[in-house]
């Protein structure tokens, strides 16, 4: 097994300063031990104006044969003859990866204490690697190697055997790639996909293979057009690290083009200590009303109620106690109401968080098909386990869909559904972004009814422990009064066709109104009026996203 990695230098950068790049001096040969054989590296040319780096793989087909576990290539559990006849000593696979990310574990990280400024700069590089197995040819190899910024990407597919052309070709090609892309790139590159062209890996696939794959696919692997492919192929199409990989690089993918960090995405929930689906108890939502003073006032009311309860007793009467229902709870019960109104048979939990609304979906046989969506991990995992979803029946698991998504961007899975609930979403963006939101939700998507809570700031004065002009969520970028509610809402109607209603939620205060506003906006046969010069931005940069999120 061989593969070279070549440069071109200048007296004043020579290309002996892959020697650096590499850890590994060009006048020395180095030889080093892997689990299945040895690894040497050596410099076939080594001058200021041309340099060469060649790592020869020897791999003992005995040793492959007794580490192996019963997986992969050369693993097969029988003492079939192929065990130990076979192209794994020759062809590059999973077992060359290995090798790159042992021989060359500091290149592979961009780590260069006496060159560090080469580290961090493109080279112009020439990789060649004589027999690549790729499942999928030349074509396959073109499209994973293409997107990534060589200027060249050369798959010469190798003959069965050149005495008898008529045998056609093998499935290996000789690959060789040119281009100007950092060291450490490069090596990340060929750490994946090598293994990805060959489908199949010399080991068992744990979990911790998803952080090697997102470390080594760090730039490149979450705007990659292939990406289902590679990560599917990488994981050994264990379906469950498949998933969990894809919906960690779509974080990666939102938090590049949000320009944040991937933490500031993934907080929609607050880390928990116990299992929501085991304590059988309604733990509340955690929205924006999370902190909004509700459980306060609940807790007061009850306190109070006990009292009188007891007070009762003393004088011999006794009192009947019934617990308020929490704002939570009514908002819930709400928008059931307005979608059982509405005939809707189809449900997106838009922003689903933890699940309480899907919860309380699921528990009515009218809506046969519920899809939560949300951008946080973290939520959706509380979701699954909320509503129990891997020990649901079968009939039961096909009515509900738990999927992770921005809603900013258009999104074609969220196309053809009854009805959508926003419930305590829109206050967590920025003003900036709701014409996104409007056009991906209102405008592609189009269910016939959208229903939208959100809270009233006016209320925020009935709610002793929440100080003067504070919002009742950190996290909340905005609160509107009722009539900058009704202002977006019926601006938004219009613009898309559609009807709306506003209902309370809560105590209706005659001064100030309810603590909760939802708007019920069902389709109209009107036509649609042109947005505003915003919106239609707005709407512009969001069609530029679809399809990457479905």
Not at 22 to 27: E, F, G, Q
Not at 283 to 290: L, R
Not at 510 to 537: C, H, I, L, S
Request: charged share 25%; with cysteine.
């Amino acid at each position: 097994m061989f593969l070279t990695i070549s440069t071109t230098g200048t007296p004043e950068r020579p290309a002996t300063d892959l020697g650096f790049l590499l850890h590994k001096h060009p006048d020395r040969a180095q030889t080093f031990s892997t689990a299945h054989g040895t690894a040497h590296v050596l410099y076939p040319e080594a001058s200021a104006e041309r340099c060469t780096a060649a790592l020869l793989l020897e791999i003992d087909p005995v040793a492959l044969v007794r580490r192996s576990r019963g997986k992969g290539r050369g693993g097969a559990p029988d003492a079939a003859l192929a065990q130990y006849v076979n192209d794994r000593p020759y062809a590059a696979s999973s077992l060359l990866a290995v090798a790159l990310s042992t021989v060359f574990k500091s290149a592979l990280r961009g780590v260069c204490a006496a060159l560090p400024e080469r580290a961090a700069r493109p080279l112009p590089l020439r990789i060649e690697v004589p027999a690549v197995p790729a499942r999928g040819g030349a074509e396959l190899v073109g499209k994973l190697f293409g997107p990534l910024g060589w200027t060249s990407v050369e798959a010469r597919p190798v003959a069965l055997d050149e005495r008898f052309p008529q045998w056609g070709e093998s499935r290996y090609v000789q690959l060789v790639l040119d281009g100007e892309l950092r060291l450490a790139d490069a090596l990340r590159q060929l750490y994946v996909l090598l293994p990805v062209l060959d489908d199949a890996k010399h080991y068992w696939v744990a979990p911790d293979e998803v952080d090697k794959l997102l470390r080594a696919g760090e730039g490149w692997l979450a705007e990659h057009p292939e990406q289902k492919l590679i990560t599917s192929r990488y994981l050994a199409r264990r379906w469950g690290l498949t998933r969990q990989a894809m919906e960690r690089l779509e974080l990666v993918r939102l938090a590049e083009a949000d320009d944040i960090d991937v933490e500031a995405i993934d907080n929609a929930v607050e880390e928990i200590l116990t299992d929501p689906a085991l304590d059988g108890a309604e733990t509340g939502e955690a929205s924006s009303d999370a902190t909004d003073a509700t459980d306060t006032a609940n807790a007061t009311d009850t306190a109070n109620a006990t009292a009188d309860t007891a007070a009762g007793a003393d004088d011999g009467r006794v009192r009947s106690f019934t617990k308020e229902p929490s704002l939570a709870d009514q908002r819930r019960e709400a928008i059931l109401t307005a979608l059982r109104a509405t005939g809707a048979g189809t449900v997106l939990d838009l922003g689903c968080g933890q699940g309480q609304l899907v919860q309380a979906l699921l528990k009515d046989a009218r809506f046969t098909r519920i899809v939560g969506v949300d951008v946080s991990v973290r939520a959706l995992a509380i979701a699954g386990r909320r509503i129990r979803l891997d020990r649901m029946s079968e009939r039961q698991a096909d009515r509900v869909t738990l999927i992770q998504g921005a809603l900013t961007y258009t999104d074609k899975r969220l196309k053809g559904y009854d009805a959508a609930v926003l419930s305590e979403v829109v206050e967590h963006l920025d003003l900036p972004r709701l014409p996104a939101l409007e056009h991906a939700v209102f405008g592609a998507a189009r269910p016939r009814t959208v229903i939208v809570t959100t809270p009233n700031v006016e209320y925020n004065v009935r709610w002793e422990t929440l100080p003067a002009g504070h919002v009742r969520h950190g996290d909340h970028r905005f609160e509107w009064t009722r009539e900058e509610f009704r202002d977006w809402a019926g601006e938004v109607a219009g613009r898309h066709g559609y009807d709306v209603v506003y209902v309370p939620i809560g105590p209706d205060d005659p001064e100030v109104g309810p603590p909760t506003q939802m708007a019920v906006f069902t389709q109209n046969d009107k036509t649609v009026v042109t947005g505003t010069v915003a919106t239609r931005t707005a709407v512009t940069a969001a069609d530029e996203q679809e399809g990457k999120t479905a």
